[in-house]
């Protein structure tokens, strides 16, 4: 089946520095993969797709200046949270595959700002 | 616009007693739908699918759910639940516009001896 790894699982940095999550599609190519973020006992908010070889579309709401999304290749995209502030502090996480398969997930990035 | 309500906060059931988790959907045609678990820290898993045909779908880990147009449903059943169950289930529904997936605020699942 298809797999998705998302790279870091966890991640701790300071204020004001910018964290790069990576998400890729391990044996399938994914024109477009998802972004959600998810916070503490909450359920998954939509952030962005993610198209290969164009810009992302952001969800109504989300700073596009401060989550920058590449997806550069087939199997990869990637989630920058630039000028990170304690309140960007979250579970992240990414999906792709064939929608009407159920879109497999990664298994999550918890970003800690201190 | 598509909408999926999962009425339950939390449930503590206990092990080897069955389960059903209730979801309710919004939407304008025939529904795609999903149920996800997730365990504590990790990403999620798809337990199940329902597109078109047989109303009851079996999915993995012995779960099933079972649709139900007049009543807008999609509850997940487990007839004897294990300890390993517990975790947090979610609905959810594809949006066919932008082939994106809506999720219910998630039902955590409690086991007890």
């Known amino acids: 089946g298809a797999v998705v790894s998302q790279h870091p699982s966890w991640v701790i940095c300071k204020s004001g520095t910018s964290v790069k999550i990576e998400c890729r599609s391990l044996?399938?190519?994914?024109?477009?993969m998802f972004w959600y973020r998810q916070f503490p006992k909450q359920s998954l908010m939509l952030m962005a797709t993610?198209?290969?070889?164009?810009?992302?579309?952001?969800e109504q709401g989300v700073e596009k200046d401060k989550f920058l999304i590449n997806h550069a290749s087939l199997t990869l995209s990637t989630l920058t949270v630039t000028s990170a502030h304690p309140e960007d502090s979250s579970f992240y996480i990414c999906?792709?595959?064939?929608?009407?398969?159920?879109?497999?997930f990664g298994s999550g990035t918890r970003l800690t700002v201190v | 616009a598509q909408s999926v309500t999962q009425p339950d906060i939390h449930i503590t059931v206990s092990e080897g007693a069955s389960l059903e988790l209730r979801c309710n959907y919004s939407?304008?045609?025939?529904?795609?739908l999903f149920w996800y678990v997730q365990s504590p820290g990790q990403g999620l898993q798809l337990l199940l699918k329902?597109?078109?045909?047989?109303?009851l779908v079996q999915g993995i880990k012995g779960f099933e759910a079972e649709f139900k147009r007049s009543q807008s449903s999609f509850n997940l059943r487990k007839p004897s639940v294990h300890w390993s169950d517990a975790a947090e289930y979610f609905c959810?529904?594809?949006?066919?516009?932008?082939?994106?997936?809506?999720f219910g605020a998630g039902t955590r699942l409690f086991v007890k001896a």
């Open positions: 959810a529904v594809g949006d066919t516009g932008g082939f994106k997936t809506i």
């Open positions: 044996d399938f190519q994914a024109t477009t």
């Open positions: 993610s198209n290969e070889g164009s810009k992302a579309t952001y």
């Open positions: 939407y304008g045609a025939t529904p795609y």
């Open positions: 329902y597109f078109s045909g047989d109303t």
């Open positions: 999906s792709a595959g064939d929608w009407s398969e159920g879109y497999t």
